[in-house]
């Protein structure tokens, strides 16, 4: 993520210095050197280091300049990601809250004599998460049917098949409940789905 997000910066940064022809890059756009915002020559602020505009000349965390055009963002006054004025702190690992997407097999065991259990009962999904099932009929016996909430679902689903299911849940900021109603000819479960 952090090569891609990198790449991205630099091509972003080389389409800017196409503007700008080779007679007039000068210097980088810090204080101790004179630059502009427009050009970069590569050469190094005093002490080697990038000063961009709002940091007042003071050397950003010890990243040398990488001889491309600037952004023309001021910087941030953290310590750089090591490209020319991204305004992008280098923080190490991304917050380790709940991933955007989580998935869960859902299954569905319906008897000889007709009596259905769902595992688990219900879910409950933290904010943030957007929830895709698979719905798997164990049944030996009984087809069964997964209709949801939002007025999609599969019939008829066989004996021993899974749906996985392409639309998400939970996807709005607002906290509500969705439910699946799993139905044969002889029993019947409400599955909730429970968004924070």
Do not use: K
């Not at 980088?28 to 280091?49: K, P």
């Not at 992008?88 to 989580?102: E, F, I, Y």
């Amino acid at each position: 993520m952090r090569a891609a997000l990198s790449l991205s910066v630099l091509l972003l940064v080389a389409c800017d210095a196409r503007d700008v022809p080779d007679a007039q890059v000068t210097g980088d756009a810090g204080l101790t050197d004179g630059g502009s915002a427009r050009t970069d020559g590569g050469a190094l602020d005093g002490g080697g280091f990038d000063g961009g505009p709002g940091d007042g000349g003071r050397a950003d965390g010890g990243a040398p300049d990488s001889g491309l055009a600037d952004s023309g963002a001021p910087d941030s006054g953290v310590a750089d990601s090591g490209l020319p004025d991204s305004g992008l702190a280098d923080s190490g690992l991304p917050d380790s809250g709940p991933p955007p997407r989580s998935d869960h097999h859902i299954h569905i065991h319906v008897s000889n004599t007709c009596v259905m259990r769902v595992d688990p009962t219900e879910i409950t999904i933290p904010a943030g998460q957007t929830a895709y099932f698979d719905w798997h009929n164990h049944s030996r016996d009984y087809a069964v049917d997964v209709w949801m909430s939002y007025g999609g679902g599969y019939l008829d689903l066989r004996p021993g098949a899974t749906w996985d299911e392409p639309i998400g849940h939970c996807a709005t900021p607002r906290p509500h409940t969705e439910y699946a109603d799993i139905d044969t000819a002889c029993s019947s479960h409400r599955f909730l789905i429970h968004c924070l």
